[in-house]
């Protein structure tokens, strides 16, 4: 069935009126063929009585004179034709039509109406019985009557067609009310709809609600909230890019005090070598976060319908990770364990999962003191597989918490990064539907757990 509102409300109420109608114009046309068959039959049977009326007994034998009123009574613009007959029971005909259909129950007098059919025409009939008494002698004579269908089918159609016509106007009347109601009523959706049109890309105000109809303010308002978020988001990007941009600069400008800084010592060794090397570190700061920025940009860009085609195993990729960072470790003189199941096999992108673990193992390490514990472990049940990086480092307050999974934000300054770590994991967690916690260690209660979770294969 078509798409379009007003045709389908068109419908609802259509065929409900169109059974409406077939149910009472089929009574109403019962009803009229009951009366147009009740008068028919009536002057039928009262023609039948006035020629009944008529026979009598002379010398012994019954004869009848039919008399003009008894035909006249059928007398109407439609040309019916009249048929009788008027029979006595020992088979004597004495009037009418010789082969009229006659039907009579025997031992049955009541008026007996039929349908039958005479010289090609279909009739109506009665058949009505008379008695005749004479010296002891019974009689029973049969009058029949019958006539062509013509005034009754007449009135038949002067009763109803009157009521089918209203009828046909009524719905009619309605489809008509209803298409200019629809019209009507549908200005405000369409006003909302060139609202929405005429709006400029960043023009995040909510749509007006207030004229609204109820059913419709719903459906308005959560357009409204829907935008309410995007203008969050284009908030949260804006503040983003300014973000970065402005992470970007402090290398970018340390580099050009370098620059100059190796400009002006060109031929002083070692001075130059030194400015090189920091030059050097400046650029690998810059390499770092422009990598950090795409990562995240591509973590945003997942979808889990992508990465549902590939299934990896999250103890494998802990493991690379723990290899990886083996060395930074030690430097850092942390004891870095690991405590993963054989196999934990989940739906997933390697890359950023590897990202991931890479993120929160390399947090753990460079954040606990020296001669601190970190330990990678990766856990599953029937339903869930779960990775928990626990450090006994410094932890993370609990207001600061929240926050730590926002882009750029560092709780403490003392120490490098870009602040992008978490961020980076909160997106790659999310487009992979798990859910990841931050909390504490019960013994001792110092430092920091990082628990993800997501569904076991
Ligand atoms: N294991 C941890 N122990 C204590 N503090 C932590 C730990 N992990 C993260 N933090 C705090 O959370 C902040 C945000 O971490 P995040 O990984 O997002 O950024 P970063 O480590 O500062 O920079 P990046 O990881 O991009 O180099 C860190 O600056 C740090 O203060
Ligand atoms: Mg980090």
Same mark, same amino acid.
């Given at each position: 069935?078509?798409?379009?509102?007003?045709?389908?409300?068109?419908?609802?109420?259509?065929?409900?009126?169109?059974?409406?109608?077939?149910?009472?114009?089929?009574?109403?046309?019962?009803?009229?063929?009951?009366?147009?068959?009740?008068?028919?039959?009536?002057?039928?049977?009262?023609?039948?009585?006035?020629?009944?009326?008529?026979?009598?007994?002379?010398?012994?034998?019954?004869?009848?004179?039919?008399?003009?009123?008894?035909?006249?009574?059928?007398?109407?613009?439609?040309g019916?034709?009249v048929?009788y007959?008027?029979?006595?029971?020992?088979g004597?005909?004495?009037?009418?039509?010789?082969?009229?259909?006659?039907?009579?129950?025997?031992?049955?007098d009541?008026?007996?109406?039929?349908?039958?059919?005479l010289?090609?025409?279909?009739?109506?009939?009665?058949?009505?019985?008379?008695?005749?008494?004479?010296n002891?002698?019974?009689?029973?004579?049969?009058?029949?009557?019958?006539?062509?269908?013509?005034?009754?089918?007449?009135?038949?159609?002067?009763?109803?067609?009157?009521?089918?016509?209203?009828?046909?106007?009524?719905?009619?009347?309605?489809?008509?009310?209803?298409?200019?109601?629809?019209?009507?009523?549908?200005?405000?959706?369409?006003?909302?709809?060139?609202?929405?049109?005429?709006? +400029?890309?960043?023009?995040?105000?909510?749509? @007006?609600?207030?004229? $609204?109809?109820? =059913? #419709?303010?719903p459906?308005?308002?959560? &357009?409204?909230?829907?935008?309410?978020?995007?203008?969050?988001?284009?908030?949260?990007?804006?503040?983003?890019?300014?973000?970065?941009?402005?992470?970007?600069?402090?290398?970018?400008?340390?580099?050009?005090?370098?620059?100059?800084f190796?400009?002006?010592?060109?031929?002083?060794?070692?001075?130059?070598?030194?400015?090189?090397?920091?030059?050097?570190?400046?650029?690998?700061?810059?390499?770092?976060?422009?990598?950090?920025?795409?990562?995240?940009?591509?973590?945003?860009?997942?979808?889990?319908?992508?990465?549902?085609?590939?299934?990896?195993?999250?103890?494998?990729?802990?493991?690379?990770?723990?290899? +990886?960072?083996?060395?930074?470790?030690?430097? @850092?003189?942390?004891? $870095?364990?690991a =405590? #993963?199941?054989?196999?934990?096999?989940? &739906?997933?992108?390697?890359?950023?999962?590897?990202?991931?673990?890479?993120?929160?193992?390399?947090?753990?390490?460079?954040?606990?003191?020296?001669?601190?514990?970190?330990?990678?472990?990766?856990?599953?049940?029937?339903?869930?597989?779960?990775?928990?990086?626990?450090?006994?480092?410094?932890?993370?307050?609990?207001?600061?918490?929240?926050?730590?999974?926002?882009?750029?934000?560092?709780?403490?300054?003392?120490?490098?990064?870009?602040g992008?770590?978490?961020?980076?994991?909160?997106?790659?967690?999310?487009?992979?539907?798990?859910?990841?916690?931050?909390?504490?260690?019960?013994?001792?209660?110092?430092?920091?757990?990082?628990?993800?979770?997501?569904?076991?294969?």
């Amino acid at each position: 069935m078509t798409n379009s509102l007003r045709v389908r409300l068109l419908w609802w109420l259509l065929v409900p009126l169109a059974i409406y109608v077939f149910v009472t114009g089929k009574a109403a046309y019962d009803n009229a063929r009951h009366t147009a068959d009740l008068v028919q039959e009536n002057i039928l049977l009262a023609s039948a009585r006035m020629i009944a009326g008529e026979v009598e007994w002379s010398d012994g034998r019954l004869l009848v004179d039919v008399p003009p009123a008894a035909l006249e009574v059928f007398a109407s613009p439609y040309g019916d034709q009249v048929f009788y007959n008027v029979s006595v029971d020992d088979g004597r005909l004495l009037a009418g039509v010789p082969d009229f259909p006659t039907r009579q129950t025997p031992g049955h007098d009541a008026p007996n109406y039929y349908d039958a059919d005479l010289h090609g025409n279909a009739i109506r009939a009665v058949g009505f019985v008379r008695q005749m008494y004479d010296n002891g002698a019974i009689r029973r004579v049969l009058v029949s009557v019958g006539k062509t269908q013509a005034s009754r089918d007449a009135m038949l159609r002067e009763i109803w067609r009157p009521q089918l016509v209203r009828m046909i106007e009524m719905v009619l009347l309605a489809v008509a009310l209803a298409c200019i109601g629809l019209t009507f009523e549908l200005r405000p959706l369409l006003k909302v709809k060139e609202e929405v049109m005429d709006r +400029d890309p960043m023009q995040l105000e909510p749509l @007006r609600v207030e004229r $609204l109809h109820t =059913e #419709l303010r719903p459906i308005v308002e959560a &357009i409204n909230q829907c935008i309410a978020r995007l203008g969050l988001q284009v908030a949260a990007q804006r503040r983003f890019i300014a973000d970065a941009a402005h992470q970007l600069r402090t290398p970018l400008t340390l580099l050009e005090t370098q620059l100059q800084f190796a400009r002006q010592h060109r031929d002083m060794e070692p001075t130059l070598s030194e400015a090189l090397a920091a030059m050097q570190r400046s650029n690998r700061s810059m390499v770092g976060l422009t990598n950090k920025l795409l990562l995240l940009a591509q973590a945003e860009a997942a979808d889990y319908t992508q990465l549902a085609k590939q299934k990896v195993d999250l103890a494998a990729i802990a493991q690379d990770v723990i290899e +990886d960072l083996a060395m930074f470790a030690q430097k @850092r003189d942390i004891d $870095l364990g690991a =405590e #993963l199941v054989e196999s934990a096999t989940i &739906i997933g992108h390697e890359g950023l999962l590897s990202a991931l673990v890479h993120n929160i193992t390399e947090n753990a390490i460079r954040y606990t003191q020296p001669g601190g514990h970190v330990t990678v472990a990766v856990t599953r049940d029937a339903q869930r597989v779960t990775l928990t990086v626990t450090d006994d480092g410094p932890g993370i307050p609990a207001e600061a918490r929240s926050r730590v999974f926002e882009p750029f934000y560092r709780a403490s300054a003392d120490t490098e990064g870009t602040g992008l770590g978490l961020a980076i994991a909160k997106e790659i967690v999310h487009a992979h539907r798990g859910e990841i916690a931050l909390g504490t260690r019960e013994q001792p209660a110092r430092g920091l757990v990082v628990a993800v979770g997501f569904a076991a294969l």
